[in-house]
């Protein structure tokens, strides 16, 4: 017997804009589905003023009614404080988990060097939401916001499915 195991998260797309050019810009930003069942996210930010020391991160979920509203989450850290001590937040740390293996983010700062997310994939996402709450079905925003010294640099979208 085959027990195919569909996965229930979906992405169905991504958005990644840089508020300032002169300090940061995107190589690509992309959902690629390998076949029906299996899709992965990867996008690359180029830094332009390295070293960063200073970084904010913002994560929020939104969940769709009548339009997108905020779901559940919505925390702000200190990342380079953060990272130093991940149980410090562990609501943000959670989210964190959603992506971080797949990133090249998870070391102490400074950070001289362009920031990847490579190949996230939706089995992977799944199994990090599924494992930890019953999270309703509905369509959703994955937000990400980027502040370094003080200054929202980026946004990242991450649209999905969950069913
Ligand atoms: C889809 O691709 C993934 C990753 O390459 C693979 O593990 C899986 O078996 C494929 N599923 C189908 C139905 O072909
Ligand atoms: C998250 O909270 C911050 C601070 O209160 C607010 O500015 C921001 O709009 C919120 N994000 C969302 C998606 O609601
Ligand atoms: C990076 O991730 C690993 C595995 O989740 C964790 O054990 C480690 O403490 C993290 N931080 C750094 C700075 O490597």
Redesign the pocket.
Known sequence: IIY?VSPKVEFTNIKCTSLDLSFSSFDYCHIKA?????KYLSLKVKLHKVPITKIKVNIAVLKRFNGYRPFMYNVTVDACRFIRNPKSNPVFSYLYSLFKTYSNMNHTCPYNHDLIVEKL?TQFVNNQVTAVLPVPEGDYIFETNWFAENIQRAVVRVYGTLS
């Open positions: 195919q390998v076949n029906r069942s299996f994939n």
